[in-house]
Nanobody, 124 residues
Framework: QVQLVESGGGLVQAGGSLRVSCTAS????????MAWFRQVPGKERESVAA????????IYADSVKGRFTISRDNAKNTVYLQMNSLKPEDTAVYYC?????????????????WGQGTQVTVSS
């Protein structure tokens, strides 16, 4: 059973940067496609970015394109989300997810494993 643990969230001013990490245990992420989702209270969880098992293919939500970068280090069993030019509307709990597939996907229903989330707050 793969367990995912996010870290790196916190408070940052608008325009600033933050990197959140997701480290897996109980299995290797080299067999998994990975993604980041986010959720604010009262709203549905939404896709932020996803990366294929190989790392070659990535998908980004339109709202974060050009500002966020998803990457993975299979040797460290870790996936990253680098967030630049942060905006107050990026404030949310960010969740890491993994699925047993080589393909990238933004459909949260397809993900098998989830982390507990890390809070990111962007002040104006």
């Amino acid at each position: 059973q793969v367990q995912l643990v996010e870290s790196g969230g916190g408070l940052v001013q608008a325009g600033g940067s933050l990197r959140v990490s997701c480290t897996a245990s109980g299995g290797t992420i080299s067999t998994l496609a990975m993604a980041w989702f986010r959720q604010v209270p009262g709203k549905e969880r939404e896709s932020v970015a996803a990366i294929s098992r190989s790392g070659v293919n990535t998908i980004y939500a339109d709202s974060v394109k050009g500002r966020f970068t998803i990457s993975r280090d299979n040797a460290k069993n870790t996936v990253y989300l680098q967030m630049n030019s942060l905006k107050p509307e990026d404030t949310a709990v960010y969740y890491c997810a993994a699925r047993l597939s080589i393909f990238v996907s933004v459909n949260l229903q397809l993900y098998n494993y989830w982390g507990q989330g890390t809070q990111v707050t962007v002040s104006s």
